[in-house]
């Protein structure tokens, strides 16, 4: 199993361009999450999906639009970007409904993304 | 006032010392997590653990619900066990709240 794939690993954007930055998880998750890092801050939730054709805002969602195309992929896009929005972006999943011992979030391994 | 704190932010040591991290929370909750993050960015879950005191290798996670604090300890460290490590808590029944990190960098 890949587990939790993004692409791509690295991107430079120029302010106003667009671009999705794709996820997918091989795990049979329902539940699919995207993050952004910055220095200093926790992981911020941008968006979450709790199945297959839902999805809701999370802490940071203006300037982004999600995708939960289905079961496996979810999509994040930026329609025109800002350099506010230069940061690493992390996919996750979940299992829902998971035992105590099953009841963890499986990261991708990020995009770096640098809007000049 | 961050609903998830970590202290502390930084922390350097000797290969073989002892480490503790520590992580306090403000909401209520039934379980916390621990997560690693490398060098090379990648991030793994450690432990989810709800109560007492939970142990992988040379790592210990404690919790103590009624204080709302955490710790997770590494014995014997190693200069591979570098990385971010990085707490957080459960809301909304399946998104979580994370910590800041704490840095770790272990020398030879």
């Known amino acids: 199993n890949a587990g939790v794939t993004q692409t791509p690993k690295f991107q430079v954007l120029k302010t106003g361009q667009s671009m999705t930055l794709q996820c997918a998880q091989d795990?049979?998750?329902?539940?699919m999450y995207w993050y952004r890092q910055d220095p200093g801050m926790g992981l911020r939730l941008i968006y979450y999906?709790?199945?297959?054709?839902?999805?809701d805002k999370g802490e940071v969602p203006n300037g982004y639009n999600v995708s939960r195309l289905n079961k496996r992929e979810f999509s994040l896009r930026l329609e025109s970007a800002a350099p506010s929005q230069t940061s690493v972006y992390f996919c996750?999943?979940?299992?829902?409904?998971?035992?105590?011992?099953?009841?963890?979030?499986?990261f991708g391994p990020g995009t770096r993304l640098t809007v000049l | 006032k961050n609903e998830v704190e970590q202290s502390p932010q930084n922390l350097t040591a000797q290969e073989g010392e002892f480490i503790t991290i520590n992580c306090s929370y403000s909401v209520g909750i039934s379980a916390l997590h621990w997560l690693q993050q490398h060098p090379g960015g990648g991030i793994v879950s450690l432990f989810m653990l709800s109560s007492g005191k939970k142990k992988h290798g040379r790592l210990i996670a404690t919790i103590n619900i009624q204080e709302k604090h955490s710790s997770l300890h590494i014995t014997a460290s190693h200069p591979r066990d570098s990385a971010v490590y990085i707490c957080?808590?459960?809301?909304?029944?399946?998104?979580?709240?994370f910590g800041t990190g704490t840095r770790l960098q272990v020398f030879p």
């Open positions: 795990m049979n998750h329902n539940s």
């Open positions: 999906s709790a199945s297959e054709g839902t999805t």
């Open positions: 996750a999943s979940r299992k829902a409904r998971a035992s105590a011992d099953t009841d963890t979030q499986y």
């Open positions: 957080a808590v459960p809301y909304n029944t399946d998104k979580l709240i």
